[in-house]
């Protein structure tokens, strides 16, 4: 069974920089997509970044655009997220999605099969 887990997340100041990692375990699942998602109390989980099963093709939230990076190491079975320039409203939990049996990113949440436990990242002002 796939397990997804993240890491990386913690408090940081206004401006600061954080990385997230997403590490995959328990079967292989080859090249597909992958996205991270984040939510805050009271309101859905929403898109941050997905990054199709080459990782040549990638897709940001406008929210993020020209802050955060995604990227995947398909060898290791990993993604990490680096956020730059982190502001309050960055504040969430952060949460590692796979997309199975399809190389193509997907932006929809419901597109998502495996879902990591999340991870908090708060943004101090």
């Known amino acids: 069974q796939l397990q997804l887990v993240e890491s990386g997340g913690g408090l940081v100041q206004a401006g600061g920089s954080l990385r997230l990692s997403c590490a995959a375990s328990?079967?292989?699942?080859?090249?597909?997509?992958m996205g991270w998602f984040r939510q805050v109390p009271g309101k859905e989980r929403d898109v941050v970044a997905a990054?199709?099963?080459?990782?040549?093709?990638?897709y940001y939230a406008d929210s993020v655009k020209g802050r955060f990076t995604v990227s995947r190491d398909n060898a290791k079975n990993t993604m990490s997220l680096q956020m730059n320039s982190l502001k309050p409203e960055d504040t969430a939990v952060y949460y590692c999605?796979?997309?199975?049996?399809?190389?193509?990113?997907?932006?929809?949440?419901?597109?998502?099969?495996?879902w990591g436990q999340g991870t908090q990242v708060t943004v101090s002002s």
């Open positions: 999605a796979v997309r199975m049996y399809t190389l193509l990113l997907s932006p929809r949440r419901n597109d998502y099969t495996h």
């Open positions: 328990g079967r292989t699942f080859g090249r597909v997509a």
């Open positions: 990054i199709d099963g080459t990782g040549s093709d990638t």
